[in-house]
């Protein structure tokens, strides 16, 4: 009996995993970023860094994975755990010990055909960075 009720509870485990990453997928570029750090002056080598870097988000049900790309640094992932989803849009944070990460995307352009609006941000005790995003759906 054991046995049987491990099956269930591990088979539903990998069944919801495997409809959870049937998610849309994004591609998306930095239309603006902004920095406002707490000291001195952001340089314009690190903003213009920052406006080319290239992000790929995969939604879950549960969770956006965000894999940001960049020709200064390695590709890097971020998972936000959906707080809120709406008619409007979804807002998500990021679990971080340094800083509060969040992730807010519009649900109202995707109904339309439009470019799809989404935002990150990033807030530490150094500063605040944030990327307005430009996505297409690609799925």
């Not at 549960?62 to 940001?68: K, R, W």
């Not at 960049?70 to 989803?85: A, V």
Request: with cysteine; glycine share 6%.
């Amino acid at each position: 009996m054991k046995f049987i009720v491990f099956g269930i509870l591990t088979g539903s485990l990998f069944t919801s995993s495997a409809m959870a990453a049937d998610g849309d997928i994004l591609k998306c570029s930095v239309s603006n970023f902004v920095s406002t750090p707490h000291h001195g002056k952001v340089e314009q080598h690190f903003i213009e860094m920052n406006k080319q870097k290239t992000f790929d988000i995969f939604e879950t049900k549960d969770e956006f994975i965000v894999v940001g790309k960049s020709k200064e640094i390695e590709p890097f992932t971020n998972k936000y755990k959906i707080l809120r989803d709406g008619t409007l849009g979804a807002f998500a944070i990021a679990d971080s010990s340094i800083s509060l990460n969040s992730f807010a995307i519009s649900r109202s352009s995707a109904k339309n055909d439009k470019p799809i609006n989404a935002n990150m941000s990033l807030q530490s005790s150094y500063g605040i960075n944030s990327w307005f995003l430009t996505c297409v759906k690609i799925n």
